[in-house]
């Protein structure tokens, strides 16, 4: 029978350069779409999958992340003896929001280093992995999507998109043949081949990973063989490419919109659209905008 996944293990530990100077003392995870930090939106994410865990990978000068999912009495006390019934419910319910635990990543040695430091925690279970910087619009949870073809074939799965040739280069992309499911041929693929950060000339297809994993624990055994790859960092691309020898991968095309807040412009992107979309602020920030006349 196929195990449900309870955790989702949040990599939060990199420099953020590309946001310096911003990140120099807070955590890109933290830097505000409209009004939420980027990780709440992955950890609602989570919870609207079904998730009951979150593990946060965190590293130095990242307490701020844990702050925020920690229950803050001061402002709890001040917001209630001011009759801030609003904000004192908005407050509450990130504390609520979900059970949080914590692993360290003492260096950013890479994305697959820091979801060996989740081990401890995760156990000998599947589990699933959200990097907070790939914000995903969609009807469904991108990671619910996933975690129903997990459910199906009990084999890890990982979010494709489809990405133009120029920007290929950044990502980790699949070698990856289409398979029949839900009556289509779209969307789900079982991976053939997986490389990290190619040349635009030697990618092997224009589909590339995005920030959502659902992992067999015997990821695990995989991180710990492999060497540093691309960048000198543990590559978790790597890390797949390695598991795929013993068992085999899926990826599935998900449907929704996503953003990539982890870099300026697309942050820019979707924070305007975010703003757009909310019945507080979209109609007056519409109009500004067509204001600007560009
Ligand atoms: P990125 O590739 O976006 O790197 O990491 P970064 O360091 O956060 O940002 P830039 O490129 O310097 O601007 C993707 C995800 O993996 C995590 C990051 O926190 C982010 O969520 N990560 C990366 C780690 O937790 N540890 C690492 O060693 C590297």
Do not use: W
Not at 58 to 85: M, P, Q
Not at 235 to 242: I, R
Request: aromatic residues 8%; neutral net charge.
């Amino acid at each position: 029978m196929t195990r449900k996944v309870r955790k989702a293990v949040f990599p939060a530990a990199g420099l953020g350069t590309r946001f310096l100077p911003a990140t120099k003392s807070m955590p890109k995870e933290m830097l505000p779409l409209v009004d939420k930090p980027l990780i709440q939106y992955g950890v609602e994410e989570a919870k609207h999958s079904g998730v009951q865990n979150i593990i946060i990978v965190t590293g130095r000068g990242k307490t701020a992340i844990e702050d925020h999912f920690d229950v803050s009495f001061e402002l709890e006390h001040l917001l209630e003896s001011r009759h801030k019934k609003d904000l004192l419910a908005i407050v509450r319910s990130v504390s609520d929001l979900i059970d949080v635990s914590y692993a360290r990543q003492k260096e950013a040695l890479g994305l697959g280093h820091a979801v060996l430091r989740a081990q401890a925690l995760v156990g000998d279970e599947p589990f699933s992995v959200i990097l907070s910087d790939d914000i995903i619009d969609s009807d469904t949870p991108c990671l619910r999507q996933l975690l129903d073809v997990y459910e199906f074939y009990s084999a890890p799965v990982l979010a494709l998109m489809e990405v133009p040739k120029e920007s290929i280069s950044a990502y980790g992309v699949v070698d990856a043949e289409p398979v029949a499911h839900n009556g289509g041929r779209d969307r789900l693929y079982r991976i053939r081949n997986l490389v990290e950060k190619p040349k635009a000339a030697d990618a092997p297809s224009n589909l590339a990973i995005i920030g959502r994993y659902v992992l067999t624990p015997d990821i695990f055994t995989s991180l710990e063989t492999i060497p540093p790859g691309s960048g000198g960092e543990i590559q978790l691309t790597d890390g797949l490419k390695h598991l795929l020898r013993s068992r085999p991968i899926y990826g599935y095309k998900f449907e929704g919109k996503r953003y990539d807040a982890g870099d300026k412009q697309g942050f820019l992107q979707a924070t305007v659209e975010f703003a757009l979309k909310r019945h507080d602020l979209g109609a007056n920030f519409l109009q500004y905008l067509k204001s600007l006349k560009l």
